[in-house]
T-cell receptor, first 112, second 113 residues
Framework: GAGVSQSPRYKVAKRGQDVALRCDPI?????LFWYQQALGQGPEFLTY????????KSGLPSDRFFAERPEGSVSTLKIQRTQQEDSAVYLC??????????FGPGTRLTVL | GNSVTQMEGPVTLSEEAFLTINCTYT??????LFWYVQYPGEGLQLLLK?????DKGSNKGFEATYRKETTSFHLEKGSVQVSDSAVYFC????????????FGSGTRLSIRP
């Protein structure tokens, strides 16, 4: 496919469970971003990779959040010991030329 | 820090009406400015962008002009269609190269036939 894909599209977790969200960027895109979008709000930045290097993780809300991109393509966002406030849509975007970012469909996480 | 403030919704208009969604920003330096759109059930899409003062971004009949003197990037369309119903996000990026995007809270637009 030509676009950014994310899986799963929906995830329900019990409070305290660990979750892993996957992002497949557009082939050849060097930059990869994760955002968190709470209901009725705009996306908020979590972290940024250039190839496999995590250059900015200033938006990660706590040390329960961890992201990796070991081979510079697919990325995984992991949330440990999920809490209800983690419920949101998690968006992945990959970057082409200049500063244009292409967004995936998102993973809707619901923590019960 | 950098931020974006946009008109709160929801906004409801009749088909063929004129649309304005206001957006102002706070940023140091010369940010790039964007409008993103999220159609029902779909992902976030770039609608238009402008990278320097007085630039006008345009796409699908929508326009926005980068006004540095008023720190604004208002979205306009002369005649809206039902298919324009969506959530619109104003956004900025501090640098011209890859960097995080800061989004406004979004404006939901509904167009009546």
């Amino acid at each position: 496919g030509a676009g950014v894909s994310q899986s799963p599209r929906y995830k329900v977790a019990k409070r305290g469970q660990d979750v892993a969200l996957r992002c497949d960027p557009i082939s050849g895109h060097v930059s990869l971003f994760w955002y968190q979008q709470a209901l009725g709000q705009g996306p908020e930045f979590l972290t940024y990779f250039q190839n496999e290097a995590q250059l900015d993780k200033s938006g990660l809300p706590s040390d329960r959040f961890f992201a990796e991109r070991p081979e510079g393509s697919v990325s995984t966002l992991k949330i440990q010991r999920t809490q209800q406030e983690d419920s949101a849509v998690y968006l992945c975007a990959s970057g082409g030329r200049a500063n244009e970012q292409f967004f995936g469909p998102g993973t809707r996480l619901t923590v019960l | 820090g950098n931020s974006v403030t946009q008109m709160e919704g929801p906004v409801t208009l009749s088909e063929e009406a004129f649309l304005t969604i206001n957006c102002t920003y706070t940023a140091t330096g010369y940010p790039s400015l964007f409008w993103y759109v999220q159609y029902p059930g779909e992902g976030l899409q770039l609608l238009l962008k402008a990278t320097k003062a007085d630039d006008k971004g345009s796409n699908k009949g929508f326009e926005a002009t980068y006004r540095k003197e008023t720190t604004s990037f208002h979205l306009e369309k002369g005649s809206v269609q039902v298919s324009d119903s969506a959530v619109y996000f104003c956004a900025l990026s501090a640098y011209s190269s890859a960097s995080k995007i800061i989004f406004g809270s979004g404006t939901r637009l509904s167009i009546r036939p």
